[in-house]
């Protein structure tokens, strides 16, 4: 099992930027692709990113195409996700979580706490 533990989130206005952080541990990510996801009370939470870690393959939402970017620094074990342009119906709490590679979004799992991050107009 893996920890994993987001931070970065804070309060920008409608057009900043932050870089969000999932930190893992307890494991070797070689094995997974990691997710990140976003939660907005009410909805169902869904997936904006993705970064399979051994190999070049990445994913990002249409949603978030073009202003966010996934990705990893080896040596820290963490997997980004830099958000640019930010608008406001991009505020939720973000969460990362890891799948096996070729598993189904269903099989994501090792949540973290998340984040929460907000866009005032």
């Known amino acids: 099992q893996v920890q994993l533990a987001e931070s970065g989130g804070g309060l920008v206005q409608a057009g900043g930027s932050l870089r969000l952080s999932c930190a893992a541990s307890?494991?070797?990510?070689?094995?997974?692709?990691v997710g990140w996801f976003r939660q907005v009370p009410g909805k169902d939470r869904e997936i904006v990113a993705a970064?399979?870690?051994?190999?070049?393959?990445?994913y990002v939402a249409d949603s978030f195409k073009g202003r966010f970017t996934i990705s990893k620094d080896n040596a820290r074990n963490t997997v980004y996700l830099q958000m640019y342009s930010l608008k406001p119906e991009d505020t939720g709490v973000y969460y990362c979580?890891?799948?096996?590679?070729?598993?189904?979004?269903?099989?994501?799992?090792?949540w973290g706490q998340g984040t929460q991050v907000t866009v005032s107009p």
């Open positions: 307890g494991g070797t990510l070689s094995y997974f692709v």
């Open positions: 970064l399979t870690w051994s190999g070049p393959s990445t």
């Open positions: 979580a890891v799948k096996p590679r070729g598993g189904t979004t269903n099989e994501y799992r090792d």
